[in-house]
């Protein structure tokens, strides 16, 4: 059940290889370790009736860096001298199923045998696309906590007036979908269906949007009710603060009902 609040995990693996003589030679001992590796780990990541390789169903690795570089040792009376070469690679793995983190590890120790270096991971973390998954799911719970909310109050109003209920009108928005934030307004009243199909200056759009939600013959009055549902209000921020300020001027008008979530 642990597994269920990943989808992913990151592993650093250095494969490594020194020579005392020769840095080719060092490099095809690296290869060729590299070369192993990334087969056990194709095996890893593919899926069952998946043929092996860098990527597959499970996960990806790839190749993220090569290091060449010169070794030393002290000897006596002469201090550091060369004593030779090392060659390391560094493989990426990207894994898709993170309950087989272990089944990565073995791979790695079993496919770099004696010329592994370093093993880093797993570094459990969350998808962009998981992120998405659960921002849009908050984003309809609190459109539908609202539109229950909306709901109810308007059946209490309604029932202090005499009058029956209707369902509250709903409208969702990204703010970060406007662009510029005087646009809002005018997204609102165009969603309400309160243009007519008109082109809406936005310098007016807010005294509309106000009159609009006011307005008797549009179906507002007792016991009606509209519910603007904006995502990312903090993409409306300005200098002065003006646009989020009439926003909240319009929630807090008479005589109708209202409110922003």
């Known amino acids: 059940e642990s597994w269920g609040a990943y989808d992913r995990a990151d592993f650093r693996v250095e494969v490594s290889a020194a020579h005392a003589s020769s840095v080719h030679r060092a490099r095809e001992a690296a ?12 095996a890893v990541l593919g899926g069952p009736d998946e ?10 690795c790839r190749t993220a860096g090569v290091s060449i570089h010169q070794t030393h040792k002290q000897v006596p009376g002469e201090g550091s001298v060369p004593s030779g070469f090392r060659v390391s690679n560094t493989v990426a793995v990207l894994l898709r199923a993170p309950e087989l983190a272990a089944d990565v590890i073995d791979a790695a120790v079993e496919g770099a045998g004696e010329h592994l270096r370093n093993l880093s991971g797993p570094n459990f973390g969350v998808s962009e696309a998981r992120l998405q998954e659960a921002e849009r799911a908050a984003f309809e719970g609190a459109f539908r906590h609202a539109r229950e909310r909306a709901a109810l109050l308007a059946r209490e109003a309604a029932a202090s007036s005499g009058r029956p209920a209707r369902a509250p009108k709903c409208v969702a928005l990204n703010c970060m979908a406007v662009g510029d934030p005087q646009q809002v307004f005018k997204r609102v009243l165009e969603a309400l269906g309160a243009t007519d ?42 200098a002065g603060m003006e646009v989020l300020i009439a926003l909240f001027e319009i929630d807090r008008s008479d005589p109708v009902e209202r409110g922003l979530e």
């Open 197 to 238: 199909g008109t082109d809406v200056p936005a310098g007016r759009a807010p005294a509309l949007l106000r009159e609009a939600l006011r307005r008797p013959g549009g179906a507002r009055g007792p016991g009606d009710m509209v519910v603007v549902v904006l995502d990312e209000m903090d993409a409306l921020s300005t």
């Open 51 to 60: 043929p092996a390789g860098l990527v597959g169903s499970r996960g990806s």
């Open 31 to 42: 290869a060729k370790a590299t070369a192993r590796l990334l087969d056990r780990l194709g």
